[in-house]
């Protein structure tokens, strides 16, 4: 079912799906993508959790403020979650949202699987992004988040000892353009698991991808 709420001063439009009584669950998509991008992973889910899928600012349906702060992105979340404690999964740009939110809001972060995230450290050798015509997000979102990812505040990497939640990385492997392994080093305790599939693990690879989602959950 989708919804629309105020959040952080922004629309933010989600998909719930699930037991209102569950255990809470949060998607968090990749950039340029919306919720439709877990579609079968929300179901999947939502046979045991209460599940939150957003678009985030800048995607989807939900407001363009033309402001695309990661730590702003964030705490949409957690207006979002309003409280509420949540197991939080996010895919690339929202891998990072992740890992910020579980900096900022530790206490609304009980566990947190980050799908082939972005480091907070500086990026290099990535070609400029290339405006194709797409719709369905804010092309300023894209600039924005890109300069961050190649200038990252530097105060970012340090804040990952922050996070006190259990976490699981998932990295795509060589296979993948994005280096995810300096993630699970900066963040205390956090579990490393590589699938060589490319960055996109949850499409290239679902079996494998549930199988070490529902492993970490369940220990």
């Known amino acids: 079912m989708m919804r629309e709420t105020t959040a952080n001063g922004l629309t933010i439009v989600y998909r719930e799906e699930g037991q209102a009584g569950a255990p809470l669950m949060v998607l968090l998509h990749g950039r340029t993508a919306n919720h439709n ?20 600012r800048g995607h989807g349906e939900s407001g363009y403020p033309g402001s695309y702060a990661l730590p702003d992105m964030a705490d949409d979340v957690a207006a979002l979650l309003d409280g509420r404690r949540a197991i939080v999964v996010g895919h690339s ?31 290099t050798g990535r070609p400029a992004p290339v405006h194709d015509g797409s719709t369905g997000y804010d092309w300023e979102m894209v600039l924005q988040t890109e300069r961050q990812f190649l200038n ?54 679902r079996p494998a991808f549930l199988e070490a989602v529902e492993e970490f959950l369940d220990a």
């Open 93 to 123: 740009l929202g891998g990072m949202v992740a890992f910020h939110l579980a900096m900022r809001h530790p206490e609304l972060v009980e566990r947190l699987v980050l799908e082939d995230p972005g480091a907070p450290l500086p990026m």
């Open 152 to 205: 990252p505040d530097p105060a970012w990497a340090g804040q990952l000892a922050r996070v006190s939640a259990p976490t699981l990385v998932l990295s795509g492997g060589p296979s993948s353009q994005i280096r995810a392994e300096p993630v699970a080093r900066l963040i205390p305790g956090a579990r490393l698991v590589t699938i060589d599939v490319g960055h996109l693990i949850h499409t290239s690879a």
């Open 37 to 56: 991008d877990w579609n079968g992973i929300i179901q999947h889910f939502a046979r045991r959790y209460h599940v939150l899928a957003p678009d985030l």
